[in-house]
């Protein structure tokens, strides 16, 4: 079972940055694609980003230009840098694992507590 943990998120102002960090504890393999989903208050939890085995990547167009991916297999964890964060980017992010099929990111573990993002002034 891949057991992981979210962590980096905080309050920022608009403009700032954070990096977040899904540091996995247990059950990594470098064969898993992973991908970083966020749930807004009232909405939806919605795919922001994954990245696959061989580091393709794909973004939500909101957020394409202003986040970056990224994995470390030999540290086994999977980043998301945030820049140039909007107010509307407040969310409770998560990390998952799982495949890519037809450019479609298929979840294959549970959920984890998330880390917090507020974007505010």
């Not at 061989?54 to 297999?73: A, G, L, Q």
């Not at 890519?100 to 974007?119: D, R």
Request: with cysteine; proline share 2%.
């Amino acid at each position: 079972q891949v057991q992981f943990v979210e962590s980096g998120g905080g309050l920022v102002q608009p403009g700032g940055s954070l990096r977040l960090s899904c540091a996995v504890s247990r059950g990594w393999s470098s064969l898993l694609d992973w991908a970083w989903y966020r749930r807004a208050p009232g909405k939806e939890r919605e795919l922001v980003a994954f990245i696959t085995r061989t580091y393709d990547v794909n973004y939500h167009d909101s957020v394409k230009d202003r986040f970056t991916i990224s994995r470390d297999n030999s540290w086994m964890t999977v980043y998301l840098q945030m820049n140039s964060l909007k107010p509307e980017d407040t969310a409770v992010y998560y990390c998952n694992w799982g495949t890519v099929q037809l450019n479609a990111f298929i979840t294959g573990g549970s959920w984890g507590q998330g880390t917090q993002v507020t974007v505010s002034s």
